[in-house]
T-cell receptor
Framework: ETGVTQTPRHLVMGMTNKKSLKCEQH?????MYWYKQSAKKPLELMFV???????ENNSVPSRFSPECPNSSHLFLHLHTLQPEDSALYLC???????????????FGEGSWLTVV | SQQGEEDPQALSIQEGENATMNCSYK?????LQWYRQNSGRGLVHLIL???NEREKHSGRLRVTLDTSKKSSSLLITASRAADTASYFC???????????WGAGTKLIIKP
C-alpha cells in the first residue's frame, strides 16, 4: 500500500468509447502526475499538477484529458483512443513538484488499458 | 529525451549472489534515484543519491555515483527471490524539474 490508489486496475475499451481513470492519494502531497508505461520504453511523463494547477503537459494528444479537482484526486479522461495507446497508466504523487529538491515519487499500482 | 540508461537490460542470477546494475546519463544532475517495479505493479522508490554524494546504503542496497563518468550503480547483496523485479534509475537535472527515466533492468533471481 503506497498511499496512492488507482481505479480501475484493468480497462478494455473500444476506440469510440469514453472512459476515465481515477487516482486518489492519501499522503497529503501537493503534486500529482500521470505517467504512461509501454513495453521496453522509458516512463513517459504525461501531465503534472501542482496545487491543483496543471504545470506540465508533455505534448500529450488531446484524446487524453486530465482533471484535478483537488490536491488528492486526479482523473484521466479517455476518448477516441487508438490501439497504440494500450499501456500501463501510472498515477503518482510527491510532496512538492520538482525533482531537483530531491522529491521522491510515490506511485499507484497502475491501470492496465487495452484499446481494441 | 532519455537521460538514464540502465545496463544490462536483463540480468539473471542465482539466489544468494550479488546483483549489480548500472545507469549512465548525459547531462549534469542534481540527484539520481533508483526505483523497483514488480511485474505489472507500480514503482517503489528505493534510494536517492545527491550529486555531492558518492555512496549510499540502505539495507542490502548500495548505490554509488560517479559524476565524472556520469554513471551510477545499484548493488543488491545476497539476492533473494523477492528481489525479482525491474529496476529503474531516474535523474533530476539541475536545469529541469522533471525526473528523466531509463528503460530499466529486468532482474531475475533463480531459486
Amino acid at each position: 500500500e503506497t498511499g496512492v490508489t488507482q481505479t480501475p486496475r484493468h480497462l478494455v475499451m473500444g476506440m469510440t468509447n469514453k472512459k476515465s481513470l481515477k487516482c486518489e492519494q492519501h499522503l497529503g502531497h501537493n503534486a500529482m502526475y500521470w505517467y504512461k508505461q509501454s513495453a521496453k520504453k522509458p516512463l513517459e511523463l504525461m501531465f503534472v499538477y501542482n496545487f491543483k494547477e496543471q504545470t506540465e503537459n508533455n505534448s500529450v494528444p488531446s484524446r487524453f484529458s486530465p482533471e484535478c479537482p483537488n490536491s488528492s484526486h486526479l482523473f484521466l479522461h479517455l476518448h477516441t483512443l487508438q490501439p497504440e495507446d494500450s499501456a500501463l497508466y501510472l498515477c503518482a504523487s510527491s510532496q512538492d513538484f520538482g525533482a531537483r529538491g530531491g522529491n521522491t515519487i510515490y506511485f499507484g499500482e497502475g491501470s492496465w488499458l487495452t484499446v481494441v | 529525451s532519455q537521460q538514464g540508461e540502465e545496463d544490462p537490460q536483463a540480468l539473471s542470477i542465482q539466489e544468494g549472489e550479488n546483483a549489480t546494475m548500472n545507469c549512465s546519463y548525459k547531462t549534469s544532475i542534481n540527484n539520481l534515484q533508483w526505483y523497483r517495479q514488480n511485474s505489472g505493479r507500480g514503482l517503489v522508490h528505493l534510494i536517492l543519491i545527491r550529486s555531492n554524494e558518492r555512496e549510499k546504503h540502505s539495507g542490502r542496497l548500495r548505490v554509488t555515483l560517479d559524476t565524472s563518468k556520469k554513471s551510477s550503480s545499484l548493488l543488491i547483496t545476497a539476492s533473494r527471490a523477492a528481489d525479482t523485479a525491474s529496476y529503474f534509475c531516474a535523474t533530476a537535472a539541475d536545469s529541469n524539474y522533471q525526473l528523466i527515466w531509463g528503460a530499466g533492468t529486468k532482474l531475475i533471481i533463480k531459486p
